[in-house]
């Protein structure tokens, strides 16, 4: 069983992650699965779950989230040119994680300390923890 067109055709969906190239391992495809950070069709679902041609998955790594439409089924991994044909990202997709990743930068841009707080810093931020921890 390698490349097909034929949209019958099924696999599971940790071999397809892998061969899609989203997880270097099918192992980590696995975890990422259970923890459920892959949904299909917004369902959590099992590592046995077996795609088709057409299937949406909403896929969450790290900070970014990414929703596909699976376009072929693949158990082999090949290169990267090959993977992406396997899947489209929607439009939707991209837009949010294009804003997602302009916000990451600004915001990292202003919260960044230049080093790290001294004992009156650390203090001060004790107080003020102490003071919104208070019931």
Sequence with gaps: MTDHDDKEVKIRIDKWLWAARFFKTRTLAKTAIEGGKVQASGQRIKVSKEIVAGDVLRIRQGWDER???VKAISDVRRSAPIAQALYEETSG??????????ARKAAGALTRPSQKPGKHERK???RLRKQFDAP
């Design 67 to 69: 929703e596909i439409v």
């Design 93 to 102: 997709s991209l837009e949010r994680r294009s804003r997602a990743a302009e």
């Design 124 to 126: 001060a931020l004790e």
